[in-house]
């Protein structure tokens, strides 16, 4: 990864930034603001990322070197800068941002409309420095925490199928969705956060830069698996005459007891290749492996070619019918269904396999940019506020009340987050009551204070994930 080689960070704003810090009032100290998803089309929030961000750019100084190219652009760009409050950073504050900034464990899973980071300055002559920071520390937030949200919301589809369909959900759940996402995102540090967010929720991944984000930040060893796979390069390569010899190659290479392979079959002809090559040629070479043979199809509408094509194998390969009535296929053979997959067409695939009586354990899904790239800031309608300011030693509520959108009415005051009976909800500081906030200090004057390791957010976020589905009614 190339994060610590992040560039100024003074520079990482938005250019009206540049002249805020003449803006507030005359005797300002204090200005407290916090992040939170408004609302949009994903119910649950996998809280996700703030770690990689403190840990890449805010726990090394801001230079002299910085402040002068700093000054330099932004005197040309807008002919404001704030010299005086960066050198103060400098020279009181050996260059470390005097913040302190809270957040709720990364891996919990709150409704929309409650905190997920508080932030304010420490230093009550730098009171335009939470804001400041907004655009670097929001983009940090909402990006990866709407990955993880999509990819546990994914999960919850494929586990209630699961459920209704299969006799061991438990067991086939972890790899039933892959991201496939890498080469559709916007840089390889949006694929690797975005990419980590859904090893929160699954064991597969093809984005390397997923491994090396959860290594680098968060201290796991190997955060997600793959297998020996082909693409349409490997396997047209044989011409279309030699497609047998493509797939044949593939088992002979990668198959074995124990191992899995896949290979993709839609070069040409789907379903020849299914009902002809692998189904007839290479089946005693497929049920003799050991191991598991995993087909992809890559193209048509996947609601009609997924069950289709398992049906195909089913009278190729033979199937069972397990303790809920739906078929199986032999454990040596599966498919994976990699185009076309997002959390609209998901639930209707599965759907659609459930009412021909086919067990959603047959087929592992992929997804690409509808994971990793189909998102923005609406997605789950983020934003940070601020919420309170200090004023000549006087808290002050501040807030917006847009009358043309009541929608983004914010919140005022100081707040932190505390259980409740299943789940969690925002409340004021004051209203806290001896209650656990778990609102949690994770940085303050350039330290980090909290170093959660990925194992603890998996855990976190799969003991939530039971009690999302255990309680599906109860709300939050």
């Known amino acids: 990864m190339t994060l610590h080689d992040r560039k100024n960070l003074i520079l990482n704003t938005d250019s009206y930034k540049l002249s805020h810090f003449l803006q507030y009032p005359e005797g300002t100290e204090v200005i407290n603001s916090y992040i939170e998803p408004r609302g949009g089309g994903l119910k649950d929030v996998v809280f996700f990322g703030l770690q990689a961000f403190v840990k890449a750019y805010l726990s090394q100084p801001i230079t002299r070197a910085a402040i002068d190219e700093a000054e330099e652009l932004a005197m040309a760009h807008v002919g404001y800068f704030n010299r005086a409050g960066w050198e103060r950073i400098l020279e009181r504050h050996e260059g470390f941002l005097p913040l302190e900034i809270e957040a709720v464990p990364e891996g919990t899973v709150l409704d929309t409309r409650i905190p997920v980071v508080q932030i304010r300055n420490s230093d009550p002559t730098l009171p335009w420095l939470p804001s400041y920071l907004e655009t670097a520390l929001l983009r940090a937030v909402w990006y990866p925490t709407t990955v993880a949200s999509l990819s546990f919301a994914c999960k919850k589809e494929l586990r209630r199928y699961l459920d209704e369909t299969s006799d061991d959900p438990a067991a086939a759940l972890p790899f039933q969705l892959h991201d496939f996402g890498a080469r559709g995102a916007a840089s390889e540090e949006a694929a690797g956060l975005g990419g980590a967010g859904h090893l929160l929720n699954f064991l597969g991944t093809d984005t390397l830069a997923a491994l090396s984000v959860a290594r680098e930040f968060y201290d796991e060893p190997l955060a997600g698996f793959s297998i020996p796979a082909s693409e349409h390069s490997t396997m047209t390569s044989w011409g279309k005459p030699g497609e047998a010899e ?58 009609a070619v997924l069950p289709r094509l398992i049906e195909h194998l089913m009278k190729r390969f033979g199937h069972r019918v397990n303790g809920k009535g739906y078929r199986v296929l032999p454990d040596f053979i599966r498919v994976i269904q990699g185009d076309g997959v997002n959390l609209e067409s998901l639930p209707r695939i599965l759907e659609a396999l459930k009412i021909r009586g086919i067990a959603t354990e047959n087929a592992a899904f992929g997804m690409g940019g509808g994971l990793l790239q189909k998102v923005d800031r609406d997605t789950m309608k983020w934003a940070m506020k601020a919420s309170q300011a200090v004023i000549n030693g006087q808290p002050r509520d501040i807030f917006k009340d847009p009358v043309t959108d009541p929608g983004k009415r914010s919140k005022a005051g100081r707040w932190a987050v505390v259980r409740k009976a299943n789940g969690y909800e925002g409340v004021r500081i004051e209203e806290l009551a001896g209650r656990e906030n778990l609102l949690r200090p994770v940085f303050r004057n350039g330290r980090l204070l909290v170093d959660d390791r990925f194992a603890e957010l998996r855990t976190r976020t799969a003991a939530e994930f039971e009690r999302l589905i255990t309680a599906p009614h109860a709300g939050h």
């Open 246 to 303: 493509a797939y044949r190659n593939m088992i002979e290479r990668f198959a074995g007891p124990g191992k899995i392979v896949a290979f993709v079959v839609d070069s040409y002809d789907l379903w020849n290749a299914v009902d002809h090559i692998v189904g007839v040629e290479l089946k005693s070479l497929i049920e003799s492996t050991g191991g598991r043979v995993v087909i992809r199809p890559d193209s048509g509408d996947p609601i």
